[in-house]
């Protein structure tokens, strides 16, 4: 089974900068022929598409809340993908999870099209 592992998060003031990390574990898991996404669900509401990098790693997507102050990043030589998040926001407080799709013809901002989820990491942005 694929694992994808989530570390980084924490609590943070407003105005800071945390960097999530996502490992995928699996000799066996082609990290990189699978695009690669971070969505996040804070409390009471649904789970929203935060960032997408594309397995080759030149294209990305980010959902407009976030635009300017997160950046997606993956190294396939070690099987992670990144997100730097700068500028926290009260309103950026979530649990923060990766995932991984295979077929780049799935919408990348739609949490169905994901194949693989990873447990979690909670941001809390917070005076």
């Known amino acids: 089974q694929v694992q994808l592992v989530e570390s980084g998060g924490g609590l943070v003031q407003p105005g800071a900068s945390l960097r999530l990390s996502c490992a995928a574990s699996r000799f066996t898991f082609r990290f990189s022929q699978y695009n690669m996404g971070w969505f996040r669900q804070a409390p009471g509401k649904e789970r929203e598409f935060v960032a997408t990098?594309?397995?080759?790693?030149?294209?990305?997507y980010y959902a407009d809340s976030v635009k300017g102050r997160f950046t997606i990043s993956r190294d396939n030589a070690k099987s992670t993908v990144y997100l730097q998040m700068n500028s926290l926001k009260p309103e950026d407080t979530a649990n923060y999870y990766c995932?991984?799709?295979?077929?780049?013809?799935?919408?990348?901002?739609?949490?169905?099209?994901?194949?693989?989820w990873g447990q979690g990491t909670q941001v809390t942005v917070s005076s």
């Open positions: 995932a991984a799709y295979y077929n780049s013809d799935r919408a990348y901002d739609i949490g169905t099209s994901y194949d693989y």
């Open positions: 990098i594309l397995k080759e790693g030149v294209w990305t």
